[in-house]
């Protein structure tokens, strides 16, 4: 009996031991000159090594795509993905129009990339008027799209109203919510 339970207990232990994860192992390697180098490895839950390659694969293909030069560089148009409104407002403001037409020239380049305007309106007035005006902000931007020759298929449209809003103040902040995001699928 008491080796049974010996057996049991041994086994117990290894699956517990087995189930804790390996956040990071030290592994010395030695160079050309003798001296050694220490680096750290990151590992995945079924115990594989984490290498650069296997990061990119967790990344979604959206992801992937605004970690990419024309996308990242704060120089570039494209890396520019919200467009602002004044009060009460759905006409695009003319500093935005070159964004637009950086996303638009990216799409036509693009035809199987898809895009989501998602318009948003800052907390004056009510739901369903703010709802109607972001969804107007967007149908704006949309159709500056299609001006320039984006396909209609490529674009879709949310419209949030105030219901998600990046600024929580009450004064000068509101201008921060009155916008259209251009979401990369």
């Given at each position: 009996?008491?080796?049974?339970?010996?057996?049991?207990?041994?086994?117990?232990?290894?699956?517990?031991?087995?189930?804790?994860?390996?956040?990071?192992?030290?592994?010395?390697?030695?160079?050309?000159?003798?001296?050694?180098?220490?680096?750290?490895?990151?590992?995945?839950?079924?115990?594989?090594?984490?290498?650069?390659?296997?990061?990119?694969?967790?990344?979604?293909?959206?992801?992937?795509?605004?970690?990419?030069?024309?996308?990242?560089?704060?120089?570039?148009?494209l890396s520019?993905?919200?467009?602002?409104?004044?009060?009460?407002s759905s006409?695009?403001?003319?500093?935005?129009?070159?964004?637009?037409?950086?996303?638009?020239?990216?799409?036509?380049?693009?035809?199987?990339?898809?895009?989501?305007?998602?318009?948003?309106?800052?907390?004056?007035?009510?739901?369903?008027?703010?709802?109607?005006?972001?969804?107007?902000?967007?149908?704006?931007?949309?159709?500056?799209?299609?001006?320039?020759g984006v396909?209609?298929?490529?674009?879709?449209?949310?419209?949030?109203?105030?219901?998600?809003?990046?600024?929580?103040?009450?004064?000068?902040?509101?201008?921060?919510?009155?916008?259209?995001?251009?979401?990369?699928?």
């Amino acid at each position: 009996m008491k080796i049974y339970i010996s057996i049991i207990s041994i086994f117990i232990m290894s699956l517990l031991l087995s189930g804790c994860s390996k956040d990071a192992v030290k592994d010395g390697s030695g160079l050309e000159d003798g001296s050694a180098v220490s680096e750290s490895y990151a590992y995945n839950a079924d115990g594989s090594k984490v290498t650069e390659l296997n990061l990119d694969k967790n990344l979604s293909a959206a992801e992937a795509l605004m970690l990419s030069p024309e996308f990242s560089d704060p120089s570039s148009p494209l890396s520019r993905r919200t467009i602002y409104f004044g009060y009460d407002s759905s006409q695009v403001l003319n500093e935005f129009i070159p964004v637009i037409e950086a996303h638009g020239q990216y799409l036509m380049n693009h035809p199987n990339q898809r895009i989501t305007l998602e318009g948003h309106s800052d907390e004056r007035g009510t739901r369903e008027y703010n709802i109607a005006l972001a969804e107007q902000r967007a149908k704006s931007v949309f159709k500056m799209l299609q001006l320039i020759g984006v396909m209609s298929n490529q674009i879709d449209i949310v419209s949030y109203g105030e219901e998600k809003p990046v600024a929580m103040g009450h004064n000068d902040d509101f201008a921060l919510n009155r916008r259209v995001e251009v979401v990369y699928k």
